[in-house]
């Protein structure tokens, strides 16, 4: 299986975090300032029932006590009121972060070089653009809102005790601090866990998708056992990881709570006692354990938000540590002084794995018309890919016009080189939209032309319902071709996938889009080696022959060998 994406590490999540909230700043300090406004009001309450009861302790009357009532009504209502616009502009910040957060993944993924897109597994990419993102999202939108005005109360009710009383203030921030040794070994343990059942799904949803993409093989090739195999040891893996999350929880939770009555006890004892000794008053002591109490609501939602945390924490990690992975470069790079192809001294592995090319030298003049061929698994597709630039050498260069080709920015690099392989994506939009150049529909129409694609008059024509067929895509394909006029053109196995007469078809319109090109050819057919200025011979990540075709047949070598056990058959492969 491949590797996994790679996970950003604290620091770096850190200050993608720090990032989101100074793109919002004023928002966010409006927020701070309303939700401060309702943590106050909500102080109000429990300090005037400490003073209700003192009145009634002293024999007030109840005019006296009426009036205290109203005030706790009046902080009541504001309360309510000023929480209601807090949690109303924390939720607002929360989904404009996530919808952030979103747009940041899309673009970075839309950044990333073709190679390594097509390199990394397609469960992990799509579960961190779903799973990992909403889950991100769910906890910006449901958690992050109340949490943030739980801190906020939680602050102002501390302080609160503190003025009251200042040791009954201490004793009851004392009396919390056991249910700081919890979070601090539940978080200590659950990033991990957390980032462990991320990997989970991933591979699950890896293995999912290789079955599914895989469907026909698998039936051709009986692999059903196999598949069931290696999708069960994916779930159970799956299922281990969420349990030890489970325990995780089970044990942070029920301590928790339990920890909540202490402060509230502690208080109430020193308090009875200091109210013996004559040095505080009941309502203050009263006070003092209503504030306490207060507390619990708030700490329960943060304990829980710290708990979800974990799981969008590790969601985030996995999203960010997309930034990671090498973005095509951006920088000024030079530009070509002419269209030579230049291989030097090239060696490439695939994945760190054992080179596929050694030392491949080989200059492609413009407007020549290179063969390279070679029984299967000799390299010639990799080198193709080199020098289209969606890979880059593990060492030596190539170049088009002394600049390395895989440096150029894309827009760039397709006036220069481009590939055509046997797969061409149609896009779910309009013909035009999927010809991917912003022309004039003149020119439009006159590529489609060019490569006979007669069937294209409108180009408002919707290609997710109304699909092409595959000898239309592949004219499709070569029309973007046409569009991008590459001075290079490099061909692999354009039309293997078409039927006789579709292949006929697209080779008529590639005929008249390598018009006056540079053409190299990965030749699986020895007529195309035999028309082409050049053939490059491969074998074993070598060009071993390089010449003319007569030069090669005259020379008796490898090639000479190809050509006479073959060229009775126009059609026949080079492969093995
Ligand atoms: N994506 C990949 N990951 C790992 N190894 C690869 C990958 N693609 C090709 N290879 C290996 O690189 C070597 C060269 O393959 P390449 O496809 O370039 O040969 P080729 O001559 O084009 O063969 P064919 O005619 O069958 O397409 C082979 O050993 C192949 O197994």
């Given at each position: 299986?491949?590797?996994?994406?790679?996970?950003?590490?604290?620091?770096?999540?850190?200050r993608?975090?720090?990032?989101?909230?100074?793109?919002?700043?004023?928002?966010?300090?409006?927020?701070?300032?309303?939700?401060?406004?309702?943590a106050l009001?909500?102080?109000?309450?429990?300090?005037?029932?400490?003073?209700?009861?003192?009145t009634?302790?002293?024999?007030?009357?109840?005019?006296?006590?009426?009036?205290?009532a109203?005030?706790?009504?009046l902080?009541?209502?504001?309360?309510?009121?000023?929480s209601?616009?807090?949690?109303?502009?924390?939720?607002?910040?929360?989904?404009r972060?996530a919808?952030?957060?979103?747009?940041?993944?899309?673009?970075?993924?839309l950044?990333?070089?073709?190679?390594?897109?097509?390199?990394?597994?397609?469960?992990?990419?799509?579960?961190?653009?779903?799973?990992?993102?909403d889950?991100?999202?769910?906890?910006?939108?449901?958690?992050?809102p109340?949490i943030?005005?739980g801190?906020?109360?939680?602050?102002f009710?501390?302080?609160?005790?503190?003025?009251?009383?200042?040791l009954l203030?201490?004793?009851?921030?004392?009396?919390?601090?056991?249910?700081?040794?919890?979070t601090?070994?539940?978080?200590?343990?659950?990033?991990?866990?957390?980032?462990?059942?991320?990997?989970?799904?991933s591979?699950?949803?890896?293995?999912?998708?290789?079955?599914?993409?895989?469907?026909?093989?698998?039936?051709?090739?009986?692999?059903?056992?196999?598949?069931?195999?290696?999708g069960?040891?994916?779930?159970?893996?799956?299922?281990?990881?969420?349990?030890?999350t489970l325990?995780?929880?089970?044990?942070?939770?029920?301590?928790?709570?339990?920890?909540?009555?202490v402060?509230?006890v502690?208080?109430?004892?020193?308090?009875?006692?200091?109210?013996?000794?004559?040095?505080?008053?009941v309502?203050?002591?009263?006070?003092?354990?209503?504030?306490?109490r207060?507390?619990?609501?708030?700490l329960?939602?943060?304990l829980?938000?710290?708990e979800?945390?974990?799981?969008?924490n590790?969601s985030?990690?996995?999203?960010?540590?997309?930034?990671?992975?090498?973005?095509?470069?951006?920088t000024e790079?030079?530009?070509?002084?002419?269209?030579?192809?230049?291989?030097?001294?090239?060696?490439y592995a695939?994945d760190q794995?054992?080179?596929?090319?050694?030392?491949?030298?080989?200059?492609?003049?413009?407007?020549?018309?290179?063969?390279?061929?070679?029984l299967?698994?000799?390299?010639k597709?990799?080198?193709?890919?080199?020098?289209?630039?969606?890979?880059?050498?593990t060492?030596?260069?190539?170049?088009?016009?002394?600049?390395?080709?895989?440096d150029?920015?894309?827009?760039?690099?397709?006036?220069?080189?481009?590939?055509?392989?046997?797969?061409?994506h149609?896009?779910?939009?309009?013909?035009r939209?999927?010809?991917?150049v912003a022309a004039?529909?003149g020119?439009l129409?006159e590529?489609?032309?060019?490569?006979?694609?007669?069937?294209?008059?409108d180009?408002?024509?919707?290609?997710?319902?109304?699909?092409?067929?595959?000898?239309q895509?592949?004219?499709?394909?070569?029309?973007?071709?046409?569009?991008?006029?590459?001075?290079?053109?490099i061909?692999?196995e354009?039309?293997a996938?078409?039927?006789?007469?579709?292949?006929r078809?697209?080779?008529r319109?590639?005929?008249?889009?390598?018009?006056?090109?540079?053409?190299?050819?990965?030749?699986?057919?020895?007529?195309?080696?035999?028309?082409?200025?050049?053939?490059a011979?491969?074998?074993?990540?070598?060009?071993?022959?390089l010449?003319?075709?007569?030069?090669?047949v005259?020379?008796?070598?490898?090639?000479?060998a190809?050509w006479?056990?073959?060229?009775?058959?126009d059609?026949v492969?080079?492969?093995?």
């Amino acid at each position: 299986m491949s590797t996994l994406l790679p996970i950003a590490g604290r620091r770096e999540v850190a200050r993608a975090a720090r990032r989101l909230i100074a793109a919002d700043r004023r928002p966010v300090i409006g927020m701070l300032a309303v939700t401060s406004l309702a943590a106050l009001a909500g102080l109000g309450g429990p300090w005037l029932l400490g003073r209700v009861i003192d009145t009634v302790a002293a024999g007030g009357g109840v005019a006296d006590v009426d009036r205290l009532a109203l005030a706790v009504l009046l902080c009541a209502v504001a309360q309510t009121w000023l929480s209601r616009y807090a949690l109303a502009a924390a939720y607002r910040f929360g989904e404009r972060t996530a919808a952030r957060i979103r747009e940041t993944f899309l673009r970075r993924i839309l950044d990333l070089p073709a190679a390594v897109v097509e390199r990394v597994p397609a469960g992990d990419l799509a579960a961190r653009g779903s799973t990992d993102v909403d889950t991100i999202a769910n906890a910006l939108r449901e958690l992050m809102p109340p949490i943030f005005v739980g801190v906020m109360q939680m602050l102002f009710l501390i302080a609160a005790v503190v003025l009251l009383d200042p040791l009954l203030g201490i004793l009851g921030v004392i009396g919390f601090s056991g249910i700081w040794f919890v979070t601090r070994w539940y978080l200590r343990r659950a990033r991990d866990a957390y980032l462990l059942e991320g990997e989970a799904t991933s591979r699950l949803a890896d293995e999912l998708a290789a079955t599914t993409e895989g469907a026909r093989t698998i039936e051709a090739f009986g692999l059903h056992e196999r598949r069931f195999a290696a999708g069960h040891a994916a779930l159970a893996e799956t299922r281990r990881t969420r349990l030890a999350t489970l325990a995780l929880r089970s044990v942070f939770f029920p301590l928790a709570e339990t920890s909540y009555a202490v402060p509230a006890v502690l208080v109430l004892v020193l308090g009875g006692l200091l109210h013996i000794d004559g040095r505080v008053s009941v309502g203050t002591v009263a006070a003092a354990v209503l504030y306490l109490r207060q507390l619990v609501g708030p700490l329960d939602s943060i304990l829980i938000f710290i708990e979800q945390l974990q799981a969008g924490n590790a969601s985030f990690a996995r999203v960010e540590g997309i930034s990671a992975v090498g973005a095509a470069p951006t920088t000024e790079t030079r530009r070509p002084a002419d269209e030579r192809i230049e291989v030097r001294g090239v060696r490439y592995a695939y994945d760190q794995g054992r080179d596929v090319l050694h030392d491949v030298e080989l200059t492609v003049r413009p407007g020549e018309r290179l063969a390279v061929v070679g029984l299967s698994g000799a390299g010639k597709s990799t080198l193709g890919r080199l020098i289209a630039g969606v890979d880059r050498p593990t060492a030596g260069s190539v170049t088009v016009g002394g600049v390395p080709i895989a440096d150029l920015p894309p827009d760039e690099l397709r006036r220069h080189v481009v590939l055509v392989t046997q797969e061409h994506h149609v896009f779910r939009e309009t013909l035009r939209g999927n010809l991917m150049v912003a022309a004039p529909d003149g020119e439009l129409r006159e590529a489609l032309r060019t490569v006979g694609a007669d069937w294209a008059d409108d180009l408002d024509r919707d290609l997710g319902e109304n699909p092409l067929d595959g000898a239309q895509a592949q004219q499709l394909a070569l029309a973007r071709v046409v569009l991008a006029d590459p001075h290079t053109v490099i061909l692999d196995e354009a039309t293997a996938l078409l039927d006789p007469t579709a292949a006929r078809t697209a080779e008529r319109a590639l005929a008249a889009v390598l018009h006056s090109r540079t053409v190299i050819a990965i030749a699986h057919r020895l007529q195309t080696a035999h028309d082409a200025d050049r053939v490059a011979v491969m074998d074993d990540g070598r060009i071993i022959e390089l010449g003319t075709h007569d030069e090669l047949v005259a020379a008796g070598g490898p090639y000479a060998a190809l050509w006479n056990s073959w060229h009775g058959g126009d059609s026949v492969g080079v492969r093995r």
